[in-house]
């Protein structure tokens, strides 16, 4: 991710003076231009522009005493976080070399580890509009950045050359460029201020992104309601609820569960394909049914092919259980699909014919318990299905609100569904999906919020909410990359600088620890950012 960084006077060589640190980079280098013009390669363009040059001195030297007591905050604030990075970066090394081995205070870090965290994100797949957020985002969190490194400056009294908006290869960027020779001049403490006043503005936006999500439901209660179901946005051409969910309709449950938030949906399908992956044999399910006897009486046998069960013409498999069987069932071990189950055990059923009978068994997520006895009555048994390796089976309640026939009759959500023996009407309905909860769960997009008007202006606060989102990732990013004693970044010249108020080190160890610590830290960075496109790959 391509960030802004302050240029140099040209026809100035970029020395060194004790304490005066390395010319400011953040993450590409530094170009030299002999006058203010637009520069265009097959890799690189910007636009140079002057324009903000007397608003932004004027603002700095007017607010000069309140802006150094901000950016000496923020001091604080980057060399803290550059010590932390540093750790937390030597702590994941040490993790990937198997450094831990026979130490057992430092045995337990293993299983905290900063990538398994965020395995599953990372592992998320990315859309084109994906990058089109990130790239907004990108350049929000860039102008930003620079835009602490020009108030730190002219807050000090450094007069600004020019500000320039770049696109290096695809990545966009943003950079200041100021006169060098001031900079040399600046005490070092002045010079520190402007170095981290990039990490301090991106923190600061980290905070603002967060409380405006905090609050975005409290600012739009006007026009948006907020958590009682999730509104669908879109569906995938690829998704395997393409066709059952289309934009507008609200779902309300899965599996049993009242889902009101996108974390909801997101954990409710992980606990699920959890379960899946416990076994890898055909399996009976601990969620149940009260179908009655008689329309089992009716149903198809199964077919054993490959000494595994199988229904025609797209049918499910369901076996009966008793009431001691239900409670029992949820050790993997023990449901697994033997020689206890025959051909006569065992019927096919459509799946949506046992939509809207009772539930049995203690799978669900809201079972209801009846003293021990069994909710079916003498007329019904409890069946529940038979889940092929590697599927999930899993109810999902929807209902179309924005419908013109749903408005016209002012029916609410599930109302038809609570009278509808297969879960189907106009106005909501329920199906079985059997296959892979994960890329079901991601294969559409929802929101929390629902328009109290109209359905089309639901798209507002879920772009509003992802670009706050992607912007406080963005900024977070920028915060830690800069925080490293790495090359070419904001961390080196903090270093160098923190480096020269320690008047005890001689020059010569002073630059001695410099160049170790750049080295190792890039080395070690190099390193960690290569785990993690490893585990995007695989």
């Not at 060589?13 to 390669?41: A, K, Y």
Request: with cysteine; charged share 15%.
């Amino acid at each position: 991710m391509a960030e802004g960084n302050i240029q140099l006077q040209p026809g100035r060589r970029p020395g060194r003076r004790p304490g005066g640190g390395t010319p400011q980079r953040t993450l590409l280098p530094l170009r030299r231009v002999s006058h203010l013009s637009n520069s265009i390669s097959c890799w690189y363009c910007d636009f140079k522009s002057s324009v903000f040059n007397e608003p932004l001195f004027h603002f700095g030297r007017k607010y000069s005493r309140w802006l150094r007591i901000w950016f000496s905050v923020g001091m604080g604030f980057s060399l803290t976080t550059l010590i932390g990075v540093t750790v937390i970066i030597l702590l994941e090394s040490a993790r990937a070399l198997n450094l831990y081995d026979g130490i057992p205070q430092l045995n337990s870090i293993q299983n905290g580890s900063i990538l398994e965290f965020y395995s599953p994100v990372l592992k998320y797949s990315i859309s084109i509009t994906d990058v089109g957020y990130m790239c907004i985002s990108s350049i929000i969190s860039v102008l930003v950045h620079e835009l602490g490194h020009a108030l730190a400056a002219t807050s000090e009294g450094m007069q600004i050359e020019y500000t320039a908006v770049f696109l290096a290869v695809l990545f966009p960027g943003a950079l200041v460029a100021f006169n060098n020779e001031m900079l040399q001049m600046i005490p070092r403490v002045a010079t520190l201020r402007i170095y981290c006043a990039g990490v301090w503005h991106n923190a600061a936006l980290c905070v603002v992104c967060a409380l405006t999500l905090f609050l975005l439901p409290l600012i739009l209660y006007p026009l948006y309601s907020h958590g009682e179901s999730l509104m669908v946005l879109g569906v995938s051409a690829r998704s395997p609820l393409n066709g059952y969910l289309s934009p507008g309709d609200v779902v309300t449950m899965l599996d049993g569960k009242h889902i009101r938030t996108t974390n909801e949906w997101k954990e409710m399908a992980y606990l699920l394909d959890k379960q899946v992956l416990q076994t890898t044999k055909q399996y009976v399910s601990n969620k149940g049914y009260c179908v009655p006897n008689l329309v089992i009486a009716k149903s198809k046998n199964a077919e054993i092919v490959d000494n595994q069960f199988i229904c025609p013409n797209g049918l499910t498999l369901f076996t009966t259980i008793s009431c001691a069987e239900s409670s029992t069932i949820n050790d993997s071990s023990s449901n697994e699909i033997g020689y206890q189950l025959t051909r006569e055990h065992i019927y096919c059923f459509p799946a949506k014919g046992v939509l809207g009978e009772k539930k049995c068994g203690d799978g669900w997520v809201n079972s209801v318990k009846n003293d021990g006895n069994c909710l079916c009555t003498e007329d019904e048994s409890c069946s529940t299905p038979i889940h092929m390796p590697g599927l999930a089976w899993a109810e999902i309640t929807f209902s179309r609100p924005y419908s013109p026939e749903c408005q016209r009759v002012g029916n609410k959500m599930r109302s038809s569904y609570n009278n509808s023996g297969s879960g189907e009407n106009s106005c909501s309905g329920t199906f079985v999906f059997i296959g892979d909860m994960m890329s079901m769960a991601r294969s559409i997009w929802l929101t929390e919020y629902q328009s109290r008007w109209l359905y089309g202006v639901a798209y507002i606060p879920a772009v509003v909410e992802k670009l706050l989102v992607n912007t406080f990732h963005v900024s977070l990013m920028l915060v830690l990359l800069n925080s490293l004693p790495v090359y070419h970044l904001d961390g080196e010249s903090i270093l160098e600088v923190a480096l020269c108020c320690f008047g005890s080190l001689t020059p010569t160890i002073r630059k001695l620890v410099l160049q170790s610590s750049l080295l190792a830290g890039t080395l070690i960075s190099c390193l960690f950012i290569f785990r993690i496109l490893l585990l995007v790959i695989s």
